[in-house]
Structure formats: C-alpha cells, structure tokens
C-alpha cells in the first residue's frame, strides 16, 4: 500500500523536532571539527554510505565520532534538514554543493531531487553551469537537456564568456554537434579561437572555479587545437576569415592546425579537387540549405545510364538528367562537368547544383568514346579514347563566367594509345594508366601540364592490366586495383613514377566502377564480389580514413560534390548502401 503524502509530511515533522530535541541521539558526524547529532537508523535507512559505515562496526559497540571531510558544515547542516524534515532548500548558490554531498553519501532520492531543481531553472543563461556540474555528477538526463539548449542558444552564448570554462571534449561535442545553430561557421571558428587563447594565456588564472579543476597548460592546448578545428567546419568558413585563421598566434604555433587551416585554404582556392576529397571538416550541418553527397553515374540492367546521389546517411536520390550514353565526368566547384558519347553520338554537359539544370556545352573538336577526364587547377582535361591519343582541355572557371564563350583547345597527345584508361592527379601530373594494343601489362603515361609534355615509365607497373580505380585523400594519390591491391602515389616527374605498395584492402576480386573519399570514409562502387566479403570493415592503411563501404553498383565514376537540398526529392527504391 503506497504511503500517504499527509501521513509523511506528519512523520516528517515529527523526525525535525525530535531532531532539535537532541536527544536520544546515538553518533555523531564531525564535518571539518563542526559536530552533529545524528541517528544510526534514520542515516542508514537514507544513506547507502553510512549503512555500509554502520554495518562495518565491530566488536560490539558503536561508534561515538564519523569525521568526513568531503562537505562543508553548512552543506552537512542542510542535507540533514534534507534527511529529517524533507525539506528542499535549494538555492542557485546551494544547490551543487547539496548534490555533491548527496552523491558522496549516496543518498539517492536527493541527488534526484537536486537534479529535478536544476532541470527546472535550465536556461541559456545557466545551460553551461549545469552542464560542467552535471558531467561531474554524472546526470545524463540533465546533461543532455542542457547540450540541446547550449547547441540551440550558441549564436547568444558564444558572445558570452560561459563557454571559455567547457573543457575540451564538451567544446569538441559542441563544435562538431551537426544540428548546431550557428549564424556561420565563422562564429563557430572564432569560438574555437578564443577558447584556445583564453586557456594558452598565463594572464588568466589557472584555477577554473566553476569545476575545480586545472586548466590545460599550453603545450597540452596546442594539441587539443587541431581536433577542435577537424570536429568544427574550417573549410566553409569565410575566405577573410580564413586568412586571418592563418595569422592566429595559437593556429601558427601547432603545425597541425597550420595543416588544417592550409588543407581549408586548398579547399577554397582550389574548386578542382573537391569531388575527390571531402574531410570532415567541409561538410555541411543539417541546418545548411546545402548537403554534401557523394554523385554516382550508374548502369541499371537496361544498359540506361542514370545520374544518382548519396548523402551521408547512406539514401540514394535520384538526379533529373539527359539522356547519357557512356561517360566520364568530373566536377568543379561542385558543378558536375560531364562527356556523353556513343558512336557518333556526343554530348559535353554541365549540371549545376546550385540550379538543378544542365548546360549544353561545346564538344571536344575530335569525338571520340572512352575519354576520361581529369580537373587541374581550374581546367577540366580530356584524356585518350577510342583509338585517339588527344588531350584537350577547357577553362571551367571561364566556363561558368561566360558560359558561351569558351571551347576545348588540344594542349598535347599520348605517346601511346591505350585502353582500359584510368587517370588520376598527381600535383601537376596527369597520370595515365591503360593497356597497349596487343599487351598485356599496364602501361604507365603522364601529363606536365606545366610543360604540356608526355613521358612513359618503361618499367612494368603492377603486372598485368586490369581495372583499376584512383581516389585521393588531401594531397595523397591512391590506385586500388580489383585484386584489392592499393598503391600510393609517391613521386612523379618526367624521368620517374615512385609508387608504394600499402597492403591489400581486401582479398576477393571485385570489378571495380568508381572510389571516393567522404567524412573519412572510403567508398567503392563495385559490382562481381563474393557475397560472403564484407561490405563494411575499419581500416588502418589509409591516413584519416578510418572505414572502408563497398557499395553494389554497377557505374562509371564516384564524385563528391554539394547539393542544394531542396533538389533533393526523388528517393530511389533502393534507399542506403
């Protein structure tokens, strides 16, 4: 039978005045010298710490004095109060130090009852506070609460010194939270900053009062830098506040945060490499009306070539197109540049993200099937094809300014005609891999496109010639073959191309369409694979990669580009992979 809330308000009242009676008591708690008489029933029927205090005593008779430490007299004095007479005299200033003590004695229904306080006053303005204390105390339904009203209220409390006292994994789950709402990233940076000054600087105190705890010394913040900037979105941040990220005296000192405020640089200064390389640090939150995804050109068992995205939680949506033929495509400063061609049939196009349309472009002066293209600096290449040794390209940032007025120009050829042609980047080398006429081994070309010459490695690269991909992860140039041997692009000039053997990434033979790197993971389009082989598997040889998604497709390349999200409607029916 449940008890009556008049009947223990009356037996409550009862304990208060026996209490100020002192009488019958039988132990006393000295808290730092200030004695208080106590009763062993009543503290070990609400006291887990002392009932295991009481139940330790030996020899037959009782303990006169339990001296504790942990509290304060004036806090003892309330939770006593607390203990005998159901009272909650909770104060903003009381309050923590109640629950502490009530956490020390495990006195659960009133560490409840503080965090029942503090879940009813949660506020912008104290969200922070609570937070700390909360960690502390570990109260996770509290601390939840109080992260969402943080996340939601940042553009107020970043103006506040409030933040400067999280310590570094809660700054770190801030930054890095997708559903942050953030005026810009810009704002989320220059928290960052002013949280790493704040705590490198010896003009603050090194004791922070609100947790009592040491703040990190500067060496130690130096490396908490980096991971706060690769949790936040540096590479969207504006380009004026870019260059002044640069000159920051904490981001100069940490030559990893100088890597990663240079990576953002690249990013920016750079539209070409950003289909194949998307660190986590440039993907867009949830808020943003943009949305990272990952472009895939696919073959459905038709033979109909269809254009399809991905975002990050693995849905597919389907993109409005032309009709495509074969293809290669590229992107550019996230608009998709795209060469279409079947027999004598060839279309050049670029699908604007921006816009959700395509521009009907000039063709390359010779048509040809089987061409690859490849972006450097701001221009788009064609490599080879179908028995044709061209490289030609345009200006794609000219391109988009004037759309009419730009055409394909041949800039060199091939040594050799190849097929079976794969080409990736390598600084300012395009490099070319493909089978010669009546060969069996790979053959290796490359572009300067500095110089517009071509050069042969004669050395045997890699065996015989089968299918191989190229993906990049920063500055690194990877080739994955079917075999699930993966090569790193080391050097490359005109005399020599150094490539070093990283392992197998996987042991069966798959036939391979497309790879990508997106928010560190390793994505491959591939089709023909033992349906025993992992799908989905962590991995170590790879830099900043942690994972590795084999995705059933059958298609002809893998992009990273950014989508307006309003476009984003269509869901395929098979929905995640």
């Excluded at 502490?100 to 306080?117: K, V």
């Excluded at 007025?405 to 050829?413: I, R």
């Excluded at 694979?529 to 799908?535: C, V």
Aim: glycine content about 4%.
């Amino acid at each position: 039978m449940p008890a009556s809330s008049r009947l223990a308000t009356e037996v409550a009242q009862r304990l208060e005045e026996q209490l100020a009676r002192l009488s019958f008591y039988d132990v006393i708690i000295e808290v730092r010298g200030t004695p208080f008489e106590c009763h062993r029933f009543i503290l070990s029927a609400c006291s887990q710490y002392f009932r295991e205090v009481f139940s330790n005593e030996t020899g037959g008779h009782f303990l006169q004095v339990i001296e504790i430490s942990e509290t304060q007299p004036e806090t003892f004095s309330l939770v006593r109060d607390c203990v005998y007479g159901a009272k909650e005299d909770f104060t903003v200033d009381n309050v923590k130090s109640i629950w502490d003590a009530a956490q020390h004695l495990q006195i659960d229904f009133l560490c409840e009852a503080c965090e029942r306080f503090q879940y009813q006053r949660l506020s912008k303005d104290c969200c922070v506070d609570i937070i700390i204390h909360a960690k502390k105390v570990n109260a996770g339904r509290l601390l939840d609460k109080a992260r969402e009203i943080m996340i939601k209220e940042f553009d107020y409390l970043r103006k506040q010194d409030d933040l400067l006292a999280l310590d570094f994994e809660e700054l770190k789950l801030l930054v890095g939270n997708d559903h942050l709402e953030a005026r810009s990233e810009d704002d989320v940076v220059e928290t960052i900053l002013r949280w790493t000054n704040f705590h490198s600087s010896d003009d603050n105190p090194v004791q922070d009062t609100t947790v009592g705890s040491t703040r990190p010394n500067s060496k130690v913040v130096k490396n908490m830098l980096p991971e706060l900037l690769k949790s936040a979105r540096v590479c969207l941040v504006s380009a004026t506040f870019l260059n002044s990220l640069l000159d920051d005296r904490c981001v100069f000192k940490s030559p990893a945060a100088f890597e990663i405020a240079r990576e953002a640089l690249r990013y920016q200064l750079q539209p070409g490499r950003r289909h194949d390389y998307c660190p986590p640090y440039a993907m867009h939150r949830n808020r943003s009306p943009l949305q990272n995804v990952t472009v895939a050109v696919t073959v459905d068992a038709n033979g109909t070539y269809r254009m399809s995205c991905r975002t990050p939680d693995g849905t597919w949506y389907r993109i409005t197109q032309p009709a495509l033929f074969k293809v290669s495509a590229v992107t550019y400063d996230n608009d998709l540049y795209m060469v279409s061609a079947c027999s004598n049939v060839q279309a050049t196009l670029r699908y604007s993200t921006s816009s959700n349309t395509w521009v009907k472009l000039t063709n390359l002066s010779i048509q040809r099937d089987g061409s690859v293209l490849v972006c450097v600096d701001n221009y788009v290449y064609a490599v080879g094809g179908t028995n044709n040794k061209s490289i030609d390209r345009f200006d794609a940032q000219e391109e988009q300014r004037a759309p009419d007025s730009v055409t394909w120009e041949q800039v060199g050829d091939l040594q050799w005609e190849v097929t079976n042609v794969m080409a990736t980047v390598f600084g300012k080398y395009i490099v070319v891999f493909g089978k010669k006429i009546n060969s069996t081994v790979t053959t290796v070309q490359s572009f300067n496109t500095s110089t517009m010459t071509t050069s042969v490695y004669t050395d045997s690269f890699m065996g015989d010639n089968t299918p191989m991909v190229s993906f990049k992860n920063g500055k690194d140039t990877f080739v994955l073959q079917e075999t699930g041997d993966l090569w790193k692009v080391v050097n490359c000039d005109n005399q020599d191309l150094k490539m070093e053997f990283r392992g197998k990434l996987f042991d069966d033979k798959l036939s391979l369409h497309g790879a990508v790197v997106f928010n560190r993971e390793l994505l491959i389009l591939a089709t023909g694979f033992n349906r025993q082989m992992k799908m989905n598997f962590r991995t170590k040889k790879i830099d900043n990669v942690s994972s590795v998604n084999i995705i059933e497709r059958n298609g002809v390349c893998l992009l990273n580009t950014v989508i307006a999200r309003n476009f984003l409607t269509t869901q395929e029916a098979s929905t995640r992979n």
